[in-house]
């Protein structure tokens, strides 16, 4: 079980950089973080060391924590917890919905924007993960060149098959390295059980294929389904599943996390989440008579609506609010032309602004 290295990572290991190393409770970056320490200690790296977990609040498992807290002192090495100061993962599907909602009754958007993260637009790791570790890294060793581990591995989706070993930033200060990349799943497991250690509990009791968040976007049914049948993960089951209802968006493209385990649901519930599907193929339906030039866009919106797209999309939006029950704004063509036309005249501004600094 050799480890995946370039030059660019084996370098900064010789002359002691830090190195830092994402942990999640998950048995690649249990196995990362395992792999990487016997890696540093033969190659004599004298530099700073520390597993860092980002803390997603009410959708991790209650292992997640101990486990990894139990692998930092095994490895002695200080387990820094990044955790959002307002809410966790829940609270910002929550509050996206919201977002959406308020852009949309105001036209800022054209349609309305899921709250779930999706593979394409993963902003809860981006936002959850990746961008809290880079600056904690960077604010923790400035001027330094920073190592930051992460325990992905090839086989794992066809996104993460095209991943590369090592890169870095703009600055070159922060290095990205993937050091399992090869890695089987069994070779992950028979790395922890050669290290004495248990994996999380999730694997062996509860059937999980994989272990990030209760409910992943990422997630196949089965791993749905066994996690719907945890105690722990009800209220949280019942929470999603009232966002679906309220949002008409599904949980994953074409899966509804309802129907995972609609035993657990009250009948207010499974009637609201009967009308939230039929909810949402109206509004497909409504939406998808916008015409594609109308649709948003980088830089929205580029010009004024001719007549005709500007009937279309306030009637669009007279559908959609009366599904909802929203407080819209601009639902007639005049009305419509005088707010691209704000929204243009505002885009103007900024541009201008930003010129000026230039």
């Not at 054209?110 to 394409?120: E, N």
């Not at 007279?318 to 005088?338: I, K, M, T």
Request: charged share 25%; glycine share 6%.
């Amino acid at each position: 079980m050799r480890l995946s290295i370039t030059p660019e990572i084996s370098t900064p290991i010789a002359t002691g950089s830090p190195v830092a190393i994402g942990v999640s409770g998950g048995k690649d970056s249990q196995a990362s973080a395992l792999a990487v320490c016997e890696h540093l200690n033969r190659a004599g790296h004298a530099g700073p060391r520390l597993l860092v977990h980002s803390d997603l609040g009410s959708v991790e498992w209650q292992d997640s924590f101990p486990l990894c807290q139990e692998l930092a002192d095994h490895l002695d090495l200080e387990l820094v917890v990044l955790r959002r100061e307002r809410d966790g993962l829940m609270e910002r599907w929550e509050s996206r919905w919201q977002s959406s909602v308020a852009r949309y009754q105001d036209l800022a958007t054209v349609t309305l924007v899921p709250c779930w993260s999706t593979p394409s637009m993963r902003f809860c790791t981006s936002e959850m993960k990746t961008h809290p570790i880079t600056a904690m890294l960077r604010r923790r060793f400035p001027g330094e060149i920073v190592i930051n581990v992460t325990g992905i591995r090839r086989d794992e989706s066809r996104r993460r098959a095209s991943a590369v070993i090592a890169d870095g930033d703009r600055d070159g200060r922060l290095w990205n390295w993937r050091p399992i990349l090869d890695w089987s799943v069994e070779d992950a497991f028979a790395c922890i059980a050669r290290h004495g250690l248990r994996p999380h509990p999730a694997y062996s009791d509860f059937g999980m294929s994989r272990v990030s968040c209760r409910f992943c976007i990422m997630s196949s049914f089965a791993d749905l389904a066994a996690a719907a049948a945890q105690p722990e993960s009800h209220d949280l089951y019942r929470r999603m599943v009232a966002l679906e209802i309220a949002s008409s968006f599904a949980f994953q493209a074409g899966r509804w996390l309802g129907d995972i385990a609609p035993h657990l649901l009250d009948r207010s519930m499974t009637d609201g989440l009967i009308r939230a599907k039929e909810r949402a193929a109206q509004r497909i339906s409504a939406e998808s008579r916008i015409t594609p030039a109308t649709l948003y866009v980088r830089g929205w919106p580029t010009r004024m609506l001719t007549d005709a797209e500007a009937d279309i999309l306030a009637s669009v939006r007279r559908e959609v609010s009366g599904l909802f029950g929203f407080q819209s704004r601009y639902l007639d063509r005049n009305a419509v032309h005088e707010r691209y036309a704000q929204l243009l005249a505002e885009r103007a501004m900024k541009l201008a602004r930003c010129r000026a600094r230039v």
